[in-house]
């Protein structure tokens, strides 16, 4: 007879193999209906499925690299409910948790694991592949649990239906080199620290970043590869290419500071953010009559004064603004941007 002693029971557990048949019992830790063997105290009415009989009691997950998961019977919160990272439903029962604030149900932290570990290839034989071509509700709300964005119009998997994962997310690396960050690699891990990407500046509080734990680095895996080439006729004639660097540049286009990534249009020797290659060629302001026209810089001997129209701040000449050449009304991008009609 097979005993077990496990920390979330004060009874001794006995191990069974068969399926009880006589009545229904579920799993302590995992809440499921038990269809294989399990580990009972029959006096307390206490399973637990052989799975998560064995899980130990402290994990190291790929994921989160910087600390052990520790195994809990219950929440570790005085108030609020533990989300479970992977499928973001509460967990109930038994969690993985980490003092960031992480928790993932015990079957989500093996099966990400084993996701991980798996070909692809290999996969497509274990878990269904859905092209969600057609729209349902419930498709619109679920979310990739790494990039945290919509299932919709892409190809993903759900591991035993317990998350949901992009096939492309499923194919990013677990660690990079980039050449924005060049000293240390950067790592698929949970964003435990709230970290703002450093590219676009936007926190992604869930899910999985590439991050460089000693320099507090962080990209999103959407941001890592931006287009190498942008070309928008209508907005300039020729094509702008990508310059990924550790390097702060003041964007030609609208003349506040980038970081990182800039667009570069050799022709015309001009340094822009990636947002700005779109600037409207015209815009409306309501602080100006007519029209005002962007411009990567004013040469215009005749105009004297260099306040914005707006925030009347000096306006840089020398690199870009909305400008009306009549009036020598002139405004800073993100000024008129603002008020834009
Ligand atoms: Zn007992
Ligand atoms: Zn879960
Ligand atoms: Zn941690
Ligand atoms: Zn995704
Ligand atoms: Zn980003
Ligand atoms: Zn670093
Ligand atoms: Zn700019
Ligand atoms: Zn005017």
Request: charged content about 20%.
């Amino acid at each position: 007879m097979e005993v077990l002693r496990h920390f979330s029971h004060e009874h001794p557990l006995i191990f069974n193999e068969e399926r009880s048949y006589e009545s229904e019992v579920y799993c302590s830790a995992c809440g499921e209906l038990v269809l294989g063997p399990r580990f009972s105290c029959m006096d307390c009415g206490f399973h637990l499925d052989k799975n998560c009989a064995e899980a130990p009691d402290v994990m190291n997950h790929p994921f989160h690299r910087k600390h052990n998961l520790e195994l809990k019977a219950s929440s570790p919160y005085d108030d609020g409910s533990p989300l479970c990272g992977f499928c973001n439903n509460i967990c109930w029962n038994f969690l993985y948790h980490c003092s960031c604030n992480l928790d993932f149900h015990i079957k989500c932290a093996f099966l990400s694991y084993k996701v991980l570990k798996n070909d692809f290839r290999e996969l497509q034989h274990l878990v269904p592949i859905i092209s969600s071509e057609g729209h349902s509700r419930e498709l619109e709300k679920a979310q990739c649990f790494a990039c945290q964005k919509s299932l919709l119009d892409s190809v993903y998997i759900s591991p035993d239906y317990a998350f949901h994962l992009h096939k492309k997310c499923l194919e990013l690396p677990l660690e990079i080199n980039h050449p924005c960050h060049r000293h240390h690699s950067l790592f698929l891990q949970f964003n435990s620290d709230h970290l703002p990407c450093q590219i676009c500046q936007e926190t992604q509080h869930e899910g999985l970043v590439y991050c460089c734990s000693i320099c507090k680095f962080v990209l999103h895996t959407g941001c890592v590869s931006p287009p190498p080439i942008i070309e928008d006729p209508s907005t300039h004639e020729h094509p702008f290419t990508r310059c990924l660097k550790n390097l702060s540049f003041n964007c030609d286009a609208c003349g506040t500071l980038g970081n990182y990534v800039s667009y570069n249009c050799l022709t015309c020797s001009l340094m822009v953010h990636k947002k700005c290659i779109t600037l409207p060629r015209f815009i409306k302001s309501i602080w100006h009559d007519h029209p005002i026209s962007h411009n990567y810089f004013v040469v215009d001997n005749e105009c004297t004064t260099h306040d914005c129209g707006f925030c009347h701040e000096d306006v840089n000449m020398e690199s870009g603004s909305y400008y009306c050449s009549k009036c020598k009304f002139i405004i800073h991008v993100n000024c008129a941007l603002q008020d834009a009609r």
